[in-house]
């Protein structure tokens, strides 16, 4: 039975850093994903350290062919809305996002990761971090109100036994910047118009319009997915890293085409005051899959 990375599923962690890689050359490929699937956890860390790798998905369909689900792809091309509005593709080879308790560790174990791959591969986008008032995002409700729980989110985000990639799952990183001006001119009723839920405590309308965020990304119309988002950025520029897991990417692409407008004709109303500076899609393999092909002595 195939083991699933554990920093997946590990909540409560008050510090992040997501590092997305390209290899240096064409030939330093697959030597990158050798890189990082030979990296672990420090053992002996205050609170410990998560490391979660992914990689390009077409490049781990060359690095594990037999272990590889041949229908995801990378975020190859802009996804284009109503109105022109963009979702822009950024798709890099690989991506180490690295979860704990504390900054400063978080800093030595990224700063060892980027050393481990010095010569084959360098980190071309870099976002650290930080929950906001427990669960909240930066626009100041509630993030993951319709997550799984810990209990059924493995049958969410992971890939079943029998299947190629099994314990491994989809990740969809995105980088959303908010207009913060814009959204802060709101009344607390507006945005929660816009939302579809209320603020305080995060109760979804009975009444819901049609451009909101709740029915934009509509799970029980589009099929679950686990997330693990968080805010990201300093007092004058943040926003939100979308960190979503799912076994089946379809639901992603669904929810994107939904958001920008592309399959209802309305565009979902969160994306007048927040917008994604990046998108990459991101196979991450088993646990098991990493120990087994890229063993280290």
Same mark, same amino acid.
């Given at each position: ?7 997946? %599923? ?10 997305? %890689? ?13 890189? @990082? ?13 998560? @490391?979660?790798?992914?990689? !390009?998905?077409? /490049? ?5 062919? *037999? ?10 091309? *802009?996804?284009?809305? /109503? $109105? ?8 890099? $080879? ?10 400063? #560790? ?28 427990? *669960? ?6 509630? $993030? ?17 036994? =029998?299947?190629? =990639?099994?314990?491994?799952? #989809? /990740? @969809?990183? &995105? ?17 929660? &118009? ?7 405590? +995060?109760?979804?309308?009975?009444? !819901?319009?049609?451009?909101?965020? #709740? ?6 119309? %589009? ?13 004058? $520029? ?12 379809? !639901? ?15 565009? *979902? ?9 990046? =998108? +990459?899609?991101?196979?991450?393999? +088993? ?11």
């Amino acid at each position: 039975m195939t083991t699933h990375q554990a920093g997946i %599923f590990a909540l409560g962690t008050a510090s992040h850093a997501y590092l997305e %890689f390209d290899a240096n050359t064409e030939a330093d490929r697959l030597g990158l994903v050798a890189a @990082l699937s030979g990296l672990r956890e420090p053992r002996t860390t205050m609170g410990g350290v998560n @490391l979660v790798a992914g990689f !390009r998905p077409e /490049l781990w369909q060359v690095a594990a062919p *037999d272990d590889a689900p041949p229908e995801v792809s990378g975020f190859n091309e *802009d996804l284009v809305g /109503l $109105d022109g509005y963009v979702m822009p593709a950024t798709q890099h $080879d690989a991506v180490l996002w690295v979860s704990g308790s504390a900054y400063d #560790v978080i800093f030595d174990v990224a700063r060892s990761a980027m050393a481990a791959v010095a010569g084959l591969g360098r980190v071309v986008e870099e976002s650290s971090s930080w929950p906001y008032q427990h *669960d909240r995002d930066l626009t100041g409700f509630i $993030d993951g109100t319709e997550n799984p729980s810990l209990i059924d989110a493995p049958q969410v985000a992971l890939i079943p036994e =029998g299947q190629p =990639g099994a314990g491994g799952s #989809v /990740l @969809l990183l &995105q980088k959303w910047t908010h207009d913060v001006c814009s959204w802060e001119a709101l009344s607390i009723a507006e945005q929660e &118009q816009v939302i579809g839920r209320t603020k305080p405590d +995060s109760v979804e309308f009975r009444q !819901r319009t049609p451009n909101s965020h #709740v029915v934009s990304t509509d799970q029980a119309l %589009f099929g679950d997915i686990f997330r693990r988002n968080m805010p990201f950025g300093t007092v004058t $520029d943040h926003g939100t890293m979308f960190v979503g897991f799912c076994a089946v990417q379809s !639901r992603f692409d669904a929810m994107l085409k939904s958001m920008a407008g592309i399959t209802s004709g309305v565009r *979902d109303a969160l994306t007048r005051y927040s917008r994604p500076l990046t =998108g +990459s899609y991101y196979f991450v393999p +088993s646990a098991e899959c990493l120990r087994r092909r890229f063993a280290v002595a």
